[in-house]
């Protein structure tokens, strides 16, 4: 069969997929007066997907063809079964990219490890590919609070920058410092664009949260290898701090996310304050971390 068949093809499946829906099915917010056309219309679905309208309309009409990223974030903003996924993969020539298919766990590298363990006045977070959380410190346990307690799946600085209230509600300036998340994250999909975690990632988003769906769809990109991050913390109040980060230098896309703050400063005696007080705190302790 031809590209061009496979390509009308996948454009009647999307209309068939959006004539099924309502703006009260995907959460948005129903319009006045009659509709001239059933379920939704293609500017809502392109809202959704975080994409132009004119994208998708060239989409629809085989003019285009979508990365394995649109099209999980297509499959999410249709509410589309396990089936209708297989389908709309294999119609649109990405059968080796299902969207369930997953690659090799990350694993935080041994250096990485021995380098939390020697910071120990100082939060740091390992970041994987995907700005994953892989690992941590006692310093940011204080900071943050456990990540061994958040769902591995969800262990994801973005995700919780947008889903976790706890997380979300700490950064003093969310709406600063989330952008930058939605930047950096932008920089990691021109690495990868078709890693099919991250298409993942960016249709759950895409759906459940308006602001993530307008800011992925500005395309501003940040490598956020440096900054400054300000803080509410319910135990010590506002703390800002200096935040590096350092990528390892074999390639594996893992970086290292340092905070600190100058000696002397308010915000270098409430972090000494919060280290300590985690210290003595008996559920400071943690379990070994699994590999994910």
Excluded at 43 to 57: D, K
Excluded at 149 to 173: C, G, K, S
Aim: aromatic share 6%; charged share 25%; net charge neutral.
């Amino acid at each position: 069969m031809s590209s061009t068949t496979d390509s009308g093809r996948l454009g009647e499946f999307l209309k068939a997929c959006r004539a099924q829906l309502t703006p009260h099915d995907v959460g948005l917010p129903e319009t006045r007066g009659r509709r001239k056309v059933a379920g939704l219309r293609r500017a809502e679905v392109a809202q959704l997907a975080a994409i132009s309208v004119e994208y998708y309309t060239r989409l629809e009409q085989g003019r285009v063809q979508a990365s394995a990223t649109v099209l999980s974030t297509l499959a999410h903003a249709l509410r589309m079964s396990e089936d209708q996924q297989t389908y709309l993969y294999r119609t649109a020539g990405k059968s080796d990219s299902k969207p369930r298919r997953r690659r090799s766990p990350q694993r935080p590298r041994p250096a990485m490890r021995r380098l939390l363990d020697q910071l120990t006045d100082t939060p740091a977070v390992v970041l994987g590919k995907r700005l994953d959380i892989l690992d941590w410190n006692s310093g940011a346990i204080a900071l943050y609070g456990n990540f061994a307690e958040v769902p591995a799946p969800q262990r994801n600085y973005v995700y919780m920058m947008f889903t976790d209230r706890h997380f979300r509600n700490l950064h003093l300036h969310w709406e600063h410092d989330a952008r930058v998340a939605v930047s950096a994250l932008r920089m990691e999909a021109a690495q990868d664009a078709e890693d099919p975690e991250l298409a993942r990632l960016v249709g759950e988003l895409s759906v459940r949260d308006e602001d993530f769906r307008t800011w992925w769809a500005e395309h501003a990109v940040d490598s956020a290898s440096f900054g400054t991050k300000s803080y509410r913390h319910p135990l010590v109040g506002e703390i800002t701090l200096d935040c590096d980060t350092w990528a390892s230098p074999d390639g594996s896309g893992q970086r290292l996310m340092i905070l600190t703050c100058e000696p002397g400063t308010p915000s270098h005696d409430a972090l000494h304050i919060l280290l300590s007080w985690n210290q003595q705190s008996p559920t400071a302790e943690t379990e070994e971390i699994q590999p994910q």
